[in-house]
């Protein structure tokens, strides 16, 4: 019975961990399998599109700049 429990805990961790990788990859624009450049290039793409300081530097509004800041902690959160 605790062999049971353990194993069924263990599955549904690596099914959480599939979860979130799936999220993150998908904040990235990728697909469920991606290379680890993949993923570099992904991050560094959007870091650059969305980083808040990039923007300031243009002049955009504080309420782009804040939703810029929000979307940049969340690609650097997935990545």
Do not use: W
């Not at 353990?6 to 099914?15: D, L």
């Amino acid at each position: 019975d605790g062999a049971y429990r353990e194993e069924t805990r263990k599955r549904q961790e690596g099914a959480d961990r599939d979860s979130e990788r799936a999220a993150a990859l998908a904040v990235l624009g990728l697909g469920a399998v991606a290379s680890s450049d993949e993923i570099t290039r992904a991050y560094r793409k959007l870091v650059n599109q969305h980083h808040p300081d990039k923007l300031v530097d243009k002049g955009f509004p504080p309420e782009l700049v804040a939703a810029a800041t929000a979307r940049f902690r969340t690609i650097r959160a997935a990545y």
